[in-house]
Each structure stands twice: as C-alpha cells, then as structure tokens.
C-alpha cells in the first residue's frame, strides 16, 4: 500500500471529521451524539458494530487471513471547561470543550478504520477499534467489565495520546512505568469546637491538619525514594466559618500519585503518619482512598515496537525516550493489566500554532498538521504487530 498517498487523499475528511466532533463535546457517559457518529461510520465501512455500556462503541474488523488480534483505543469523552480558543470551529455545547484532545484520537482512529478496511484482504487476523467513554473519570474498568476485552479477546492493545506536553510531530514512548497511579484522598480530622479564647477547652483540629500536611512534606523528602516519583498533593482544605469559633472538623482532601509499582505502600506510610499525628492532637480521623487510575506499566516488547515504528515514521531525532513519563494518570491501564499493550503520546504543541497550552485548558488546540503522521504511526504500528 502507497500508506502516505492514501492518507493524503483521506486528509480534508480527517480535520473535517475532528472539527465535528470538536464543535459538539460530550461529558463522559454522556457521549451520545459522539457514540452515534462513530456508529454509524464504522457501519458505513461494513465493520462488525456493537456499544459497550450506553455510549462506547467496537468495531470489529476481521481480515481475510488468520492471524492475531489487535485492539487500537480511542477515548471520546470531553471536559466541563468553557472553551476560550475562538475557533471557527469551537464548541457550540456551552461549557463543554474537547480540552484534552480526544476529538483528534477519534477522527485519526476513523481514518485509521477506513484504510484498513480497504485493505481487508490483506490483513492477518483481526483489529478491533475500541472508542471508550469516560476516559476523563476513568470509565474504562466499566467497558472491561462491560465485556470490552471480550469478542474478541485481543492479544495485545494500543493507545495513544495527543499531547501537548511535546513538539509537534515528535513521539514519547518508554518501556515500563509511563503514566502514574492516582488515588484520591478525603481526610476528615475531628477535634472539638469551642470558644476562640478558651483553646485550652477546646480541641482545635486546624492545629493537627497542618501538621498532617506537614507531614505530608516530610514524606517527599525523608521517606520517598526520589528515584521512584510520588507526589502527595492537598487541593483542597476547609475548616470554620468564624474567627473566633474553634471548628469540629477540618477536611483535607488531594491526591496521592506513583510512578512505580509501590503505591500501596505509600498509602499505607501516609495512613501511619496521619494516624500518629491525630493521635498527638488528640483527634479522631476518617481516611478514605478512593482509585483513580493504576500504574500504566508499558510492556516492554509493544513499547519497543512503538519506538522503531516511530523511528521508520517519523524519523529516529523526533522520538523522545527520556523525561516522557508523567504522573497524570490515564485509565488506559486497565486494560495493560490484562492485556500486554503500551501508550504512546504524539506531540502536537507548536508555539506559533498556539497548541502548546496545557491539556484540559480553555485555550488548548491540537496541530492538526500531525493528525496525518498520527493515522501513519497507527496504521503502520497495526501492519507491524500483525505482519502484513
Ligand atoms: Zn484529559
Ligand atoms: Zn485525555
């Protein structure tokens, strides 16, 4: 196949195809209009089509040879953000902005889609096309559970992120750890509220958070191993309403971030050290952790197949293998815990385009001059595993 020739002459459809979604952004599980256009694309290509929970979507394309199983991920879902980039093609959903770039993941993996299909016959084994709701709040243990990972079972999967954390037209890829564990944390300290001026009666719990949070500070430097990145982070931390009322409770509430596979251990240490500071103030607490998203874990195999695909693609100075990792978290893992399989990001931020603001800001835009690079990476990453 003459690969860039055919991506070429698919290119208006490409933006076209991302502008539309990015012109009508859903919330998670909310993903109606976004699930029906993927539907009935993948129909109009005659792939074999199902929904998984209400709004994800699988398309399934057998080839017309035997062969392994892949799977290509797209997440769908946008974000609760007040789009501020005066697109032509901005947002018409009021408060609801595709900030975080999976309009691009959707309309590369459709093209992704129809190339293949043109290509069937000479396909050993089976694609799978997961479009995942939900992404932003984790939704894929729901698809999994959902029977995602199932009809059929695929041997290995592959996911991708726009980002714009890296210059267009670069990759990032690593073997191993690339996106962090997340859990997040509510921590209710109790003490015993009473008169500002007569502390002595009362037990003030804002005196034992702070120390918590000290705490807190104490475990990046003095208990954490610095080559294993953990973050601790309070995002929010509320008590009283009056200046000389001494509070019951102060609430305390972040997260806790692990780029490595001992975050159970790191929740355990802060657990302790909460628990001895309470008990120094003499107050109770209540801890609950709640998980966001695993440890994605890149296997080392598919991971290195990314590199040299990149390297083929795009050339080996625009493959980043260092500092790539990160400790946002993507639910992605959920499915590397059960299938081996490994996330890649694809740069897309360029100064002079104004597509290097962060992801999940109002003013975020992806370049859409790499999206024809990005259906090349995902086609050629499909013809690699496969053989063909
Ligand atoms: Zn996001
Ligand atoms: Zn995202």
Redesign the pocket.
């Known amino acids: 196949m003459d690969l860039k020739k055919e991506i070429a002459a698919l290119q208006p459809e490409l933006i076209e195809l991302r502008r539309d979604f990015h012109r009508h952004p859903e919330i998670g599980t909310r993903e109606f209009r976004t699930a029906q256009v993927i539907e009935d694309y993948l129909k109009g290509l005659g792939l074999d089509v199902r929904r998984c929970l209400e709004t994800g979507v699988i398309g399934v394309l057998k080839g017309g040879k035997p062969g392994k199983t892949l799977t290509l991920r797209s997440d769908i879902d946008a974000?609760p953000v007040e789009e501020m980039t005066g697109l032509p093609f901005r947002s018409e959903n009021p408060g609801v902005m595709h900030a975080?770039g999976h309009d691009g993941h959707m309309s590369v993996m459709l093209i992704v889609a129809k190339i293949l299909t043109a290509h069937r016959d000479e396909i050993p084994g089976t694609v799978v096309f997961l479009f995942q709701t939900n992404?932003?709040d984790a939704g894929a243990e729901d698809m999994i559970r959902a029977g995602a990972l199932e009809n059929p079972t695929p041997d290995a999967i592959l996911g991708m992120h726009l980002w714009s954390y890296l210059p267009s037209g670069s990759i990032g890829i690593i073997p191993g750890p690339i996106m962090a564990s997340s859990y997040y944390f509510k921590l209710t300290i109790t003490g015993k509220g009473g008169h500002g001026g007569a502390p002595h009666t009362c037990i003030n719990p804002i005196d034992c958070a702070v120390h918590v949070w000290e705490a807190f500070q104490a475990f990046h430097t003095l208990e954490n191993n610095s080559l294993h990145p953990t973050t601790v982070t309070v995002g929010k931390f509320q008590a009283g309403q009056y200046n000389i009322v001494i509070p019951d409770t102060c609430v305390m509430e972040g997260s806790v971030r692990c780029l490595h596979n001992d975050d159970e251990k790191v929740r355990n240490r802060l657990r302790e050290m909460i628990d001895g500071v309470c008990k120094t103030y003499r107050c109770t607490y209540e801890l609950e952790f709640k998980c966001g998203n695993t440890l994605l874990d890149n296997d080392e195999k598919m991971a290195e197949m990314i590199r040299e695909t990149g390297a083929e693609v795009l050339g080996k100075d625009n493959v980043i293998t260092k500092e790539v990792g990160v400790m946002i978290g993507e639910d992605f893992a959920e499915f590397t815990r059960r299938v081996p399989g490994a996330f890649y990001f694809f740069g897309v931020a360029d100064e002079k385009k104004g597509t290097n603001f962060e992801?999940?800001n109002a003013r975020f835009n992806i370049d859409e001059d790499v999206l024809p690079d990005v259906v090349e990476m995902q086609v050629s990453l499909a013809k690699k595993y496969l053989g063909f």
């Open positions: 974000l975080c992404e932003e992801h999940h």
